[in-house]
């Protein structure tokens, strides 16, 4: 039963390694060429455009960096989807040329809920200590206080 076992575990491991090579050829997700950069915000201070693209930048804006993993499947499809996906929905390097929902962002943000918890490990830059944190905070008040005012008083 031993030598079964073992065998048993040698194929699997040989199994996923070839399932993993084969997962390599799937194209999706690797195209990691940035949009430019359209317009951006009117920030309110150099430092929380900083603080900004130190947290959010990678997902918000068409300056991501894309570390070396990002080129490896099944993890280049979910960074690649994530950071489509926070584009479309706040993206700063397209201010003015697409709708951005900078009320959400600033209240996700504020909550805790951005950036995502499963960013953070792999981007401890992202974690702001508390008076950076407040800073951001402010800053993306001032800098999007119009958009804010707008969206103040609607249903949603």
Same mark, same amino acid.
């Given at each position: 039963?031993?030598? +079964? @076992?073992? =065998?048993?575990? @040698?194929?699997? *491991? *040989? &199994?996923? !390694? !070839?399932? @993993?090579?084969?997962? %390599?050829?799937?194209?999706?997700?690797?195209?990691? *060429?940035?949009?430019?950069?359209?317009?951006?915000?009117? #920030?309110?201070?150099?430092?929380? /455009?900083?603080?900004?693209?130190?947290?959010? &930048?990678?997902?918000?804006?068409? $300056?991501?960096? #894309?570390?070396?993993?990002?080129?490896?499947?099944?993890?280049? #499809? +979910?960074?690649?989807?994530?950071?489509?996906? &926070? /584009?479309?929905?706040?993206?700063?390097? !397209? #201010?003015?040329?697409?709708?951005?929902?900078? $009320?959400?962002?600033?209240?996700?943000?504020?909550?805790?809920?951005?950036?995502?918890?499963?960013?953070?490990?792999?981007?401890?830059?992202? /974690?702001?200590?508390?008076?950076? =944190? %407040?800073?951001? @905070?402010?800053?993306?008040?001032?800098?999007?206080?119009?958009?804010?005012?707008?969206?103040?008083?609607?249903? $949603?």
């Amino acid at each position: 039963m031993n030598k +079964f @076992i073992k =065998r048993l575990m @040698i194929f699997l *491991i *040989i &199994g996923c !390694a !070839a399932v @993993i090579i084969l997962l %390599q050829l799937v194209p999706y997700g690797r195209n990691h *060429i940035n949009p430019a950069v359209i317009a951006e915000p009117a #920030w309110d201070s150099p430092d929380t /455009r900083t603080l900004f693209m130190q947290t959010c &930048g990678d997902c918000h804006s068409n $300056e991501t960096v #894309w570390p070396w993993y990002s080129k490896i499947a099944p993890v280049s #499809w +979910f960074l690649y989807n994530h950071v489509e996906e &926070g /584009r479309s929905q706040f993206n700063v390097s !397209a #201010w003015g040329y697409q709708e951005n929902e900078a $009320e959400e962002a600033v209240e996700l943000y504020i909550h805790g809920e951005m950036p995502p918890k499963s960013y953070l490990p792999a981007h401890p830059e992202a /974690r702001l200590s508390g008076e950076a =944190r %407040q800073a951001l @905070i402010d800053g993306m008040f001032a800098t999007f206080g119009s958009e804010l005012r707008n969206g103040e008083g609607e249903d $949603e």
